[in-house]
């Protein structure tokens, strides 16, 4: 009798904890690429990146649907690609295109979850703090939404326009202050008010916390600039022979959101995304910026903690962001009402080792009648445009992209694999016109 009593306590048990709807924590740093310490950059001082990424799965090959804020954003809120959203400018709010679409966070929503957005989530301004009206999709997707704007004391104390004031969004500032005179402190704070509430409350939560560093312009508390001496860090140069053509004060503040997790003991019903919504080039081919379609702008950090993840580990397949949407409905055990373009990474983050997608995808415009669309095997990039120019580049041999390939003829057979890849994926058509 007293093993009967046991055995059905333990299904009780189970069958309590199956029925728990995990907590989503999400956050993404805007621009950020690969230069953390955890993935493989000594120089970058990121204690606490490394301390979430000992606690999660670690994507070494994760790549955006576009490299620029919101087309990427839209596409894995909707867990579509950029060729369905129509979405590929940071001038088109994702409704006007999608106005019944049911982003995940609405879906969490609809389903029990309260939903909060606090910084930079949605595209929803050109400039820090600003919201154009409807753009936030408070109502919708989210039950509350903010942005911050510095205080009174967080004003900039020293630092320069890098282009004597051609660019006006290439500049660095040292602020006085304590990190909640910036936005990105406001955000951490306010998550952490968010997450307790409701954990106190009982209600399952979905908190998104979207970091503005280390977007342009590049302004932190200067405690953050005093870590890295002038000197101490490398600037990249490109090979001579190439194929012609800031702080992260945000670490501080994830290392707050996971205090909470930890002083809460909400590490067990919680799934954790930590990500950056494009990549950036730091002098690679003369450029710093995105936009483009090299390694460097579309592929990004992701790292997933979640209940079932394996801590501490790498994964090294290839995945992309339209798999964020189904892994959060995979946790959830919730059905997306439409069709979504990924899969869930359910089974990676329980065996990092498995073997994941054969290729990713990325596109860009350039301007209203020109596009590129890329395909990223294992080894190879190939970058297909709509006047019909190709690039190949070979990843194992040439990681930096410095020698375009795509008119070797021993390298055909290869591109026509390729461009089957991209044509499954399909061309970018014509936009709807605007709702206004």
């Known amino acids: 009798m007293r093993r009967f009593l046991s055995l059905a306590f333990l299904l009780f048990t189970y069958a309590v904890l199956a029925a728990l709807k995990p907590n989503v924590l999400l956050i993404i740093s805007d621009d950020l690429r690969d230069t953390v310490n955890c993935y493989g950059n000594p120089a970058a001082k990121t204690p606490n990146l490394n301390r979430l990424a000992s606690r999660a799965v670690r994507f070494e090959h994760a790549y955006v649907q576009y490299p620029v804020c919101n087309p990427s954003r839209t596409s894995f809120l909707t867990g579509l690609r950029c060729e369905q959203t129509h979405v590929v400018n940071n001038s088109t709010m994702f409704r006007s295109q999608l106005p019944d679409i049911v982003t995940l966070p609405q879906l969490l929503r609809q389903n029990g979850w309260h939903t909060?957005?606090?910084?930079?989530?949605?595209?929803?301004?050109?400039?820090?703090?600003?919201?154009?009206?409807?753009?936030?999709?408070?109502?919708?997707?989210?039950?509350?939404?903010?942005?911050?704007?510095?205080?009174?004391?967080?004003?900039?104390i020293e630092g320069r326009n890098l282009t004597g004031g051609k660019l006006r969004w290439c500049e660095w500032g040292a602020t006085q202050g304590a990190d909640d005179d910036q936005p990105d402190g406001q955000t951490a704070k306010n998550s952490i008010a968010t997450i307790e509430k409701f954990t106190a409350g009982g209600k399952p939560w979905m908190v998104a916390a979207g970091f503005h560093r280390p977007h342009d312009p590049f302004i932190s508390p200067k405690k953050y600039f005093d870590l890295y001496p002038p000197g101490s860090l490398k600037l990249y140069h490109d090979p001579t022979n190439?194929?012609?053509?800031?702080?992260?004060?945000?670490?501080?503040?994830?290392?707050?959101?996971?205090?909470?997790?930890?002083r809460l003991k909400l590490w067990d019903n919680t799934v954790v995304i930590f990500c950056g919504d494009n990549g950036y080039h730091h002098n690679e081919r003369n450029w710093w910026n995105k936009s483009t379609l090299f390694?460097?702008?579309?592929?990004?950090?992701?790292?997933?903690?979640?209940?079932?993840?394996?801590?501490?580990?790498?994964?090294?397949?290839?995945?992309?962001?339209?798999?964020?949407?189904?892994?959060?409905?995979d946790y959830s055990d919730l059905q997306a009402p439409h069709k979504l373009a990924g899969e869930s990474l359910r089974p990676l983050l329980q065996n990092p080792s498995a073997k994941g997608r054969d290729a990713a995808f990325t596109l860009?415009?350039?301007?209203?009648?020109?596009?590129?669309?890329?395909?990223?095997?294992?080894?190879w990039r190939y970058i297909q445009w709509s006047d019909g120019h190709a690039e190949l580049y070979d990843e194992l041999n040439d990681p930096e992209e410095t020698h375009d390939v795509h008119q070797d003829p021993k390298n055909q057979p290869l591109i026509e694999e390729l461009k089957a890849l991209l044509a499954k994926i399909g061309p970018l058509q014509p936009a709807r016109p605007r709702e206004t």
């Open 295 to 329: 390694e460097r702008s579309c592929r990004v950090p992701l790292m997933i903690a979640a209940p079932d993840a394996k801590p501490g580990t790498v994964c090294r397949s290839l995945v992309e962001f339209v798999d964020l949407y189904p892994t959060i409905t």
């Open 116 to 156: 909060t957005s606090y910084g930079k989530v949605f595209h929803v301004g050109e400039v820090m703090g600003e919201i154009r009206e409807g753009w936030m999709d408070v109502g919708k997707s989210w039950d509350e939404g903010r942005m911050f704007q510095p205080t009174s004391e967080g004003k900039v």
């Open 242 to 262: 190439i194929t012609p053509l800031a702080p992260l004060s945000m670490d501080a503040q994830v290392g707050r959101l996971m205090d909470t997790l930890d």
């Open 364 to 379: 860009v415009t350039r301007g209203a009648n020109k596009y590129g669309q890329a395909v990223r095997t294992d080894r």
